[in-house]
Every structure is written in C-alpha cells, then in structure tokens.
C-alpha cells in the first residue's frame, strides 16, 4: 500500500486547504483512512478518520471545520479544512488500517499500518 499526500501549502488564518491523499496497492473500501498531523516535538493527532461504510469522526479540535472525504472510484482520500487556525500548523499525514473491524474509524496512530510521507500545512495569523 502506497500513499501520497498533497495539497499543504502557506494561508492565512480563516483561510482553506484541500489536502489530497491518493492511494495504490488496496481496495479502499476494506480499509479505514484518517488524516494526522504533528508538530516537531510533539506526538501524532488523529484528525479526522473514515470508516469502510462511510461513517467518520473528527477531533474535537477540528469539528464543524475540516471535512474528510473519499471517492473510491479514484483511489483518493480528501481533507477539506476550512477556517483555518494557527494552531492548526503542522505536518499532515495520512494512513491506511485493516486491524479488526475496518469499517470503523479510528483516531488513533497506533491503529494504522501505511503512512504517507506527509503534507506540510501552515498558517499565519
């Protein structure tokens, strides 16, 4: 399983970003996808996770804001971030998991078995 993000780029607070991860080696549907970001010195941060049926879930931190997202037919899961925050400045990943129930989003880094290689996210105040 391959991924690769993209779609990070420099905005000003209240601004938005469409992060962009395409995927290859896997079916999407048997998988769980989520969005984490990190700051150097900091841990990885479940952001947002879908589930194999659709269903997803947000950190507290983002909800009402970011917006995940997949299309199936091309391989490629979304985050749509839209009033954006200082504090949401940071490296943003995302990861694929199979562990147990696929159809269950999970927030948790220790849940994921691929990485991508991350997207770097920043915002100015």
């Known amino acids: 399983v391959q991924l690769v993000e993209s779609g990070g780029g420099s905005v000003q607070a209240g601004g938005s970003l469409r992060l962009s991860c395409a995927a290859s080696?896997?079916?999407?549907?048997?998988?769980?996808m989520g969005w984490f970001r990190q700051d150097p010195g900091k841990g990885r941060e479940g952001v947002a996770s879908i589930g194999g049926y659709g269903n997803t879930i947000y950190a507290d931190s983002v909800k009402g804001r970011f917006t995940i997202s997949e299309d199936n037919a091309k391989n490629t899961l979304y985050l749509q971030m839209n009033s954006l925050k200082p504090e949401d400045t940071a490296m943003y990943y995302c990861?694929?998991?199979?562990?147990?129930?696929?159809?269950?989003?999970?927030?948790?880094?220790?849940?994921?078995?691929?990485w991508g290689q991350g997207t770097q996210v920043s915002v100015s105040s």
């Open positions: 080696g896997y079916t999407g549907s048997t998988y769980y």
């Open positions: 990861a694929a998991g199979r562990n147990g129930g696929w159809w269950t989003p999970r927030l948790t880094p220790s849940d994921y078995n691929y």
